[in-house]
């Protein structure tokens, strides 16, 4: 082996475990948590707030209004007001993500219980079904594609944000980026943006999969048109 720099595998092989916090592994492990994290929170908020919104329509305008608003915040400086609350822990990062994330899926929920067609909420409602099993058997399996729609952008966001919390110490795989900002050097680099891209295309097939799972009559009616 030469004296010159390690090259990427190397690099890697020798930063992959090496039992300090800044091990390939540990940032990895620390993104995942601070990435899925906020997309379940997002989820757990906005499914309440979408089906109250599209039940009194005169708290969407106000809800998305005030959503929007928390969505243009930049998150850098909202990490750093949170400092203070939170301090240098993941929370700080979490919290913020999650809001955002809640910004998106409020419209998602919405735009699919939209989407939901009159005629099938009128069959439903002559069947005898009451309004909460018309909505867990009719109205919510309809929506599932446009709010897993939401939610596919709310992972890919999420999963891309957190590095930005490398600049409070609490940025995942962004901690390679910094580092690698301290001392000028590829391999960092290359391995963030590879592991980050990686995350974000695993995340988006899982809720693709979901989404046929949980929608078997989408492929059936594609089987039948074709």
């Given amino acids: ?130 309004p909460l099993r018309r909505l867990l058997a009719v109205e919510l399996p309809i929506a599932v594609p446009v709010v897993l729609a939401g939610l596919r952008v709310v992972a890919v966001s999420s999963i891309s944000l957190v590095s930005v919390g490398a600049l409070i110490g609490q940025g995942g795989l962004g901690g390679l980026f910094t580092r690698a900002y301290q001392n000028p050097f590829m391999p960092p680099v290359i391995t963030g943006i590879v592991l980050i891209v990686a995350l974000a295309l695993v995340a988006d097939g899982l809720l693709v999969l979901a989404q046929r799972l949980l929608t078997p009559w989408v492929r059936a009616r594609k089987g039948t048109a074709s």
């Fill in 1 to 130: 082996m030469g004296d010159g720099p390690p090259s990427l595998w190397e690099w890697i092989g020798r930063n992959w475990d090496t039992g300090r916090v800044d091990s390939i592994s540990n940032l990895l492990t620390d993104h995942l948590v601070m990435s899925f994290m906020p997309i379940l929170l997002a989820l757990v908020v906005a499914l309440p707030l979408g089906l109250a919104c599209a039940r009194w329509r005169w708290l969407y305008q106000p809800t998305s209004g005030l959503m929007n608003v928390v969505y243009a915040l930049p998150s850098l400086p909202v990490f750093m007001l949170l400092i203070s609350v939170t301090g240098l822990s993941q929370t700080t990062v979490i919290i913020p993500l999650a809001f955002y994330g809640t910004a998106v899926l409020i419209p998602a929920v919405v735009d699919g219980l939209d989407s939901v067609p009159d005629h099938v909420r009128q069959s439903a409602v002559a069947m005898g079904f009451t």
